[in-house]
Every structure is written in C-alpha cells, then in structure tokens.
C-alpha cells in the first residue's frame, strides 16, 4: 500500500516528543494519512516532570466513533500506544470491532512501562485490561517490561534465549498473532529487536547506544507502522524502525541537555531513505 489511512489513538503531550507528537510526523512523512484519537492531554510526559496537568479523554471516545460511523469512514490501520484510563481500553476494543474489515491492521504498543517498572499512574487493573487489548492485536509491540507485566513472569536485567522464548510464547497467548519485541539484548553492548511470527524467531541485532532517550518506543512503534503500511514485511519493518531509533539517539547525544525526549526530526530524512 503506498498511502494508507491509519488512525493512531494516544496521548497528546504537548511537551515531551512522545506519542501523537512522533507518532503524526512519523506517519506523514512515511507518506500516510494520519488521523488521531486522543486519549488524554497533559502539559507533559510523566516521565521526569512533576506536576503536570491530565485531562482524561475517555468520555469523548464513543461519540467519536460514532460519528466516525456515521460518516462511513474506514482505516487501513489502527495503532494504539499510551492510553488514558483502564475504563478507555474497552472503548479501544469497541473501536477495534467497529472499524474491523477485511485486510484490517490492528497494532498494540502497551506503552506503559520500562526499565522494571509501570509509568506513573497505571497499576495492575490498568495492566489486566491491556492484556485483553494485546490479545486483538494483529502485530504488539511490547519492550521486555511491557512484555513481563502482560504475562506476570519475573522482570531479568540479564536473560538468554530461553526467557526470551517463553515471554513470547506467553504473549502469543493472550491472542496477538504477531509480536515484535524490543529491547532484547543477550551480549553487552548490543540490543535488537526479536520478530515472531507464525510461531518463527527472528532476531535483529545491533548497537546499543548507552543512555536510550525516552519516548523512543513511541518512535520505533510509529516507524515499524509506516514501514509495515508501505508494505515492507514484519521484520523489514522492524529492522527499519530499530535502525530509525539508533540514528535519533545518535542525534540526541549531541546535545547533553536534551533529557525528556528524542531528536528524531533532523534524522527523519534517513528514515524516508530506508522506505525507498
Ligand atoms: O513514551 C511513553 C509515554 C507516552 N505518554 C506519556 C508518558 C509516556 C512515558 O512516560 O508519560 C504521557
């Protein structure tokens, strides 16, 4: 598909360079058509300010989907991150089935939580209901934290192949047909990302850049869908998308002071090229 109309539903931050903020020019400049959901607004992140405002948008969602219907509109995709309230994940799914249709993608990121640990604000309610939202999922984009929250294993700093093996089996049982995980990371120094699919293993593997950047799962969940709607393959779009991540943090690093979020904008030409 070479224009696809991909409805993304998640938070604005207005300040933060996460979520709608990477997920709208990541998608056009892939050469989609991007529409938002939003499902909460805050003035920032949550990760690494205090004080920031939330306004809560998940009284607003039927009455979008609504008139969404109404107005006979259909998606090509429907890519899900960082959600606003556990109440807000049963309307997710009420979407998921409204706009269903043949050839319908369907992509979760649980976005809600990293290094151990659950983003401010959500707990083991929030985390049971995303489990069911995973479970419609055509490909889920967890990191290994999501992936040990989803299914109740035990968070390793250090791990083989064997964990990594049996987190993906346990995910594929919540019912997401395709799981690309991030993160995975066996020898010091290097990370990648594992693609599984139809019950096969594939590993993508590369540099591990200390010191990541946050929101850059929102980066690499935005790329792998642009790449994924240009048609490119599951692991295609996950290797282009890895590599998208390393060139954002790359750029970052050149400035210290940059410390809630990513540079991915000077660095979205190369993401472009690897579409080519
Ligand atoms: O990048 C994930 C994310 C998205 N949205 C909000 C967040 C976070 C992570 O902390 O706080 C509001």
Redesign the pocket.
Known sequence: MSYGRILTI??I?CL?Q??LTVALPILSACGHETCVLPS?V?S????GFSG?TFRDLTDDMPAIKDHWLSEKISFDAIYT??LGSTRQIGYVKDIFDAFDKEGLIKVVDP?MA?NGKL??GFDGEFVNEMKTLCGKADYLVPNITESCFLTDSEFKEEYDEEYVKALLIKLSALGSKNIILTGVSYIPGTTGVVVYENGEYSYYKHEKIANGC??T??IYASAFVGALLKGKTAFESAKIAADYVLDCITETQKDKDHWYGAKFEPVLGNLINALK
Do not use: I, N, V
């Open positions: 998640q938070d931050s933060g996460c979520s909460a805050l920032t992140h949550t990760g920031f991150g960082y976005a990293d983003y401010y946050h929101g799962g929102d």
